[in-house]
């Protein structure tokens, strides 16, 4: 196929929803009230069901063909292509609430490229991607005001969090994705990040120099390891 | 189970009626004649306690049921099985909200009822201290409890009192479509290696007892079915509907090739239903005061959530008083210019 988007860019944007969304929905039946619940949950719902339409994609384009069980749960950690971002513990809910502003933000502009990209399987996933993102976006964003401009304690958990968050930032924006321009979605995502912070009274800080990536995924090596527990002990299952 | 709270000793219901209350009898007749009584309509001070306290020990059931299956969510087996498991365990968020709400609209408060929850007062469905050990268990809660619970709750679909039973209408659609799930995964398991299929066997041992339990004690040991059936809260007695799910169950266990784990069962003709052998009423009581494998870590899991939201829930609470204090402070200045 002459238009299609590549394999690495595809598993890229798989791997970092299924990642999240696995974070996500560690919350499940336990966020702090039962209608953060539900929302977190919905976003869960969504990353993973984005997740799912991409890796159908590459498993059906690979010769020969695969299955997106294959490919969540029988590659190995380094086979996994996710932003680091995806794949950090969910910290409190500031810092999960400040990851999905950062993806998000991230995303959108992401999903908006992609939605006019001439790989019109792509272009469908992204399309439909790009409306839940921007609820996402929005969530988030109403949250982090409400911490920043809340309670002294809630203040200090979200500046905590982005003190723990923010190295991580570099290796995000610099993350290549086919069919977008870096730069620009650079610019869109400061900006939107930006004003969520200015709105909460938040100080935004600049976005260091990419260190040398943490080859290490330890974090990714733990969550995998529970994610694909059971269907590894079963090889040969169906379920 | 969801109606546990009915054969429970009531420690707070009176039974005398303020001033300017409808008499029992003008009450009853109403009940009688099948009305729905609303929010807004006069009711006898110990109905509306019963209905709050089955109401509020309802939506802790539901929302307690999220932790035994939310523990498989991260290791579902494959992304189709992880999303479906997701989303039942979101109904179950959803149906707690949709009945805190109706006992809301008895005067209730949320908080309140979450607080009797976190004591100990309030108890909630005595099925969830049971344990999740294996990936079957979360097909047999769907196929069996999640079953059991429609059972229960479409005669309350029917209920006197409109929020409570208009509630049980949209949460009985939700609750068949987990039931199926259920029974989805049960069958996948059932037709697929030795090992899956013992898995399911396994668990179907360790859930068809505590199932039946769900229902309640007998008849005859039950404290309040008497009351809440003339109250048209209840309509249908706890063996009745014990009985009435053994006989849709035994069939479909056979359709799977499982085995329930009673060497008493069998069709009896002259009934025209099955016969089933004795449950252990000792552990029934045990698990209900307290003592089943979960009861505490079950508790301890939602105070936790409740403790590590508080601040979330305060810097909400903070951020709009500031926010509307600010409204009001600019309209004031446009009023006063
Ligand atoms: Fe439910
Ligand atoms: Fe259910």
Redesign the pocket.
Known sequence: MPNALPEKTLLTLADTCLLWGHRLSEWCGHGPALEEDIALTNTALDVIGQARALLQLVAARRTPATTEDALAYFRDSHEFRNVTLAELPNGDYAQTILRSLLLAAWFVPVWEALEKHADRQVAAIAANAAKEARMQLRHAHDWVVRFGDGTPESRQRIEAAIGALWPSCAELLDTEIDGTARDARRAAWSNVVAAAFDEATLTFPVVGALHEPNSAHADRFALLAEMQSLARQHPDAVW | MYTQSLDLPNTDAGNTDSAGLPTEAAFLARIARDEKIEPQDAMPEAYRKSLIRQISQHAHS?VV?MLPEGNWITRAPSLKRKEILLAKVQ??GG?GLYLYSAAETLGASRDDMIDALHSGKAKYSSIFNYPTDSWADIGTIGWLV?GA?IMNQVPLCRCSYGPYARAMIR?CK??SF?QRQGFDIVRALCEGTPAQKQLAQESVNRWWWPTLMMFGPHDSDSEHSGQANAWGIKRISNDDLRQTFVDVTVPQAAFLGLTLPDPLLEWNAERGHYDFGPLDWDEFWRVVRGDGPCNAERLNDRVEAFEKGRWVREAAVAHAARHAARAVSIASEKIAA
């Open positions: 539901e049921g109904d179950e149906h999640d619970a949460v939700e609750e987990h």
